[in-house]
């Protein structure tokens, strides 16, 4: 059975860093490209990064693009999310998924002072 | 950055009845490869998205057949046949042809 899980979240000041990580069980791991969604409370669902299968690959959008980091262990089946410069509005729940099919049960971030 | 056109906002059906939501997008969704990458998900509340429809019509895995989508290029519908109460929550559509990703802006299904 696919597992995805993620950790890391919580509660944050604006201009600190997070960093989120995804445990993956159930398949192999480094066949596979890896993203991160998120979605702002109340509110619909925003792609935030994608990885390729082997790390080579890396794409972002705009609004996180030189603040946010997407990188992969897998050796340890995990997908990370380093985000830095943290604003109040990267608040929300940030889910891992698989190729957009399996997703994780999302881990919440707050940023506030 | 594609526009993904989600109507409507909301729908109200009988439990029984049937449901058509549409996804229009800003530009083609069929890749240089050829293949349309055009999803269908279901929120239900309190939890994580799940795929229904992957690639403009093909069903995930233990979806039931009461799930369709069609279309191509722009234009984009997912259709659900004999609405039962677990089918309940948001939809979304995402278009993965084109980075950055975008989602429509969700359809929350509701009993009328």
């Known amino acids: 059975e696919v597992q995805l899980v993620e950790s890391g979240g919580g509660l944050v000041q604006p201009g600190r860093s997070m960093k989120l990580s995804c445990a993956a069980s159930?398949?192999?791991?480094?066949?596979?490209?890896m993203a991160w969604v998120r979605q702002a409370p109340t509110k619909g669902l925003e792609w935030v990064a994608t990885?390729?299968?082997?790390?080579?690959?890396?794409y972002y959008r705009d609004s996180v693009k030189g603040r946010f980091t997407i990188s992969r262990d897998n050796a340890k089946s995990t997908l990370y999310l380093q985000m830095n410069s943290l604003r109040s509005e990267d608040t929300a729940t940030y889910y891992c998924?698989?190729?957009?099919?399996?997703w994780g049960q999302g881990a919440s971030v707050t940023v506030s002072s | 950055d594609v526009v993904m056109t989600q109507t409507p906002v909301s729908l109200p059906v009988s439990l029984g009845g049937q449901a058509s939501i549409s996804c229009r997008s800003s530009q083609s969704l069929v890749h240089s490869n050829g293949n349309t990458y055009l999803h269908w998900y279901l929120q239900k509340p309190g939890q994580s998205p799940q795929l229904l429809i992957y690639r403009v019509s093909n069903r995930f895995s233990g979806v039931p057949d009461r799930f369709s989508g069609s279309g191509s290029g722009t234009d984009f519908t997912l259709k659900i046949s004999r609405v039962e109460p677990e089918d309940l929550g948001d939809y979304y559509c995402?278009?993965?042809?084109?980075?950055?990703?975008?989602f429509g802006s969700g359809t929350k299904l509701e009993i009328k």
């Open positions: 995402l278009q993965s042809t084109h980075f950055p990703l975008t």
């Open positions: 998924t698989r190729d957009y099919a399996a």
């Open positions: 159930g398949f192999t791991f480094s066949n596979y490209g």
């Open positions: 990885i390729s299968y082997d790390g080579s690959s890396t």
